[in-house]
């Protein structure tokens, strides 16, 4: 099956620095590669995806790239503020139609004022 | 607006208690998702369902079963709820490829 590896599991920022995360998957197949923000004690968002037809998505301050010759993905935040602060989710949806979701283990980002 | 809720917020049970973790979805969605969110291991799949009785193990499913007997309903169940299940619980609906997440259940097994 899938396996998403994220790194880094923590990173501290200034505010205003951009923030990276980056994820791997294993599955060539996979098609499908969503990005979730969860703040402490709410539930997991969508805020960014990517299909595997498209190289780069901007939305504001948030883009994803995606390699699928080295199978990566990262997360590019720019300008951070205090309230980016929060895990985030990398996830990928392997080939087959169930519409699975395999995530990484997650990054907690902390944007310092 | 999608809504998915789930029964409790908080839930503490004893050990070897049947525990049922209830998800119910107002959008009519076929597919329907099971996670335990852990600290340090992320979201991982327990069991999902893609229709009405239809249900398709996910990658930790040990320990749990599954109920499906309407499209709106989605249930989750310890059969003898061991420490080990200590966690939280996180229901997730699609549509098309989003999946969105309920409040989630915090469960304690003492």
């Known amino acids: 099956g899938e396996n998403v590896e994220q790194h880094p599991s923590t990173l501290s920022v200034q505010e205003g620095d951009s923030a990276v995360i980056k994820c791997t998957y294993s599955?060539?197949?996979?098609?499908?590669f969503p990005w979730y923000k969860q703040e402490l004690g709410k539930r997991p968002q969508l805020i960014i995806d990517?299909?595997?037809?498209?190289g780069e998505k901007k939305d504001q301050r948030i883009a994803v790239t995606l390699n699928k010759t080295a199978k990566h993905f990262s997360l590019h935040i720019t300008e951070t503020q205090p309230e980016d602060s929060a895990v985030y989710f990398c996830?990928?949806?392997?080939?087959?139609?169930?519409?699975?979701?395999?995530f990484g283990k997650g990054t907690l980002l902390t944007v310092n004022p | 607006d999608v809504k998915v809720t789930q029964s409790s917020r908080y839930l503490v049970k004893r050990t070897g208690e049947k525990v049922f973790l209830e998800c119910v979805q107002d959008m009519d969605h076929e597919n329907m998702f099971w996670y335990r969110q852990d600290p340090g291991l992320g979201l991982r799949l327990i069991y999902f369902s893609y229709d009405v009785k239809m249900k398709e193990k996910g990658d930790i499913p040990e320990g749990y079963s599954v109920s499906r007997e309407k499209k709106e309903r989605f249930s989750l169940i310890l059969e003898s709820a061991s420490t080990n299940q200590t966690s939280m619980y996180l229901c997730?609906?699609?549509?098309?490829?989003?999946?969105?997440f309920g409040p989630g259940t915090r469960l304690t097994v003492t």
């Open positions: 997730a609906t699609r549509i098309a490829y989003e999946q969105y």
């Open positions: 599955d060539s197949a996979s098609n499908y």
């Open positions: 990517i299909r595997s037809n498209v």
């Open positions: 996830a990928a949806r392997g080939g087959g139609s169930n519409y699975k979701l395999t």
